[in-house]
């Protein structure tokens, strides 16, 4: 079964530090990758995604994500964190299949809060 | 983007009762999932509900605690039965994105609290 860890429960940072929340899978196959963001109040929402290709992957807002396969890890990264990044950032996985869709699997989520 | 829509936002319910929950999509779809996020826990697949067939529930998971009706290509219910305290949780739907099956989009979420 796949499995997600995520290694940060709660991070704090000041406004324009620099962010990585890491992100660890368990999955001999081959699967897509996902950062979801959820802004309190607000929906989960795509943040960006892996499927195949270049393992930088760039989503909204300034975030990037590294696809490290040796290392079953998806970090994500934003440079410079501004105050409107506060937020639970949640890893998601599923199986990279051609017959349709997968369920995800989430890992525990990280909360992210920027202080000014 | 797929436009989802969840009834109820929120509920406060008593301990033995039910509530169902109404989750209704823009387009036509043909599977849907059904996620339990629990306070301060992530979010947990409950089942895979696809148009026209029984619901596909997750290990720990029942349909006798958890029924799902899929009457359409646009609309599901999950209901939550004979709740307990242990059942508070937010209760999502997603659906995969057209011609991308590998994303998802989420429902706003019912936030259920079980007194």
């Known amino acids: 079964a796949q499995s997600v860890s995520q290694h940060n429960h709660h991070v704090i940072l000041s406004e324009a530090a620099s962010l990585e929340l890491g992100c660890n899978y368990s999955y001999g196959g081959t699967v897509n990758l996902f950062w979801y963001v959820q802004y309190p109040g607000q929906h989960l929402q795509l943040l960006l995604k892996?499927?195949?290709?270049?393992?930088l992957v760039k989503g909204i807002k300034g975030f990037e994500a590294e696809f490290i396969k040796s290392k079953f890890s998806f970090n994500l990264r934003k440079p410079s964190v501004q105050w409107s990044d506060t937020a639970e950032y949640f890893c998601?996985?599923?199986?990279?299949?051609?017959?349709?869709?997968?369920?995800?699997?989430f890992g525990k989520g990280t909360r992210l809060s920027v202080i000014a | 983007s797929a436009v989802i829509s969840q009834k109820p936002s929120r509920d406060i319910c008593q301990r033995g009762t039910s509530l169902t929950i109404q989750c209704q999509v823009d387009?036509?779809?043909?599977?849907m999932f059904w996620y339990r996020q629990q306070p301060g826990q992530s979010l947990t697949l409950i089942a895979t509900a696809n148009q026209g067939s029984e619901a596909t529930y997750e290990s720990g998971f029942v349909i006798d605690k958890f029924p799902i009706s899929r009457p359409n290509l646009t609309f599901s219910t999950l209901t939550v039965s004979n709740m307990s305290p242990e059942d508070s949780s937010i209760y999502l739907c997603s659906v995969p994105r057209r011609g991308l099956y590998n994303e998802q989009f989420f429902g706003p979420g019912t936030r259920l609290t079980v007194l």
């Open positions: 998601a996985v599923n199986k990279n299949i051609n017959s349709g869709n997968t369920p995800l699997v």
């Open positions: 387009s036509q779809v043909t599977m």
């Open positions: 892996y499927f195949s290709g270049d393992p």
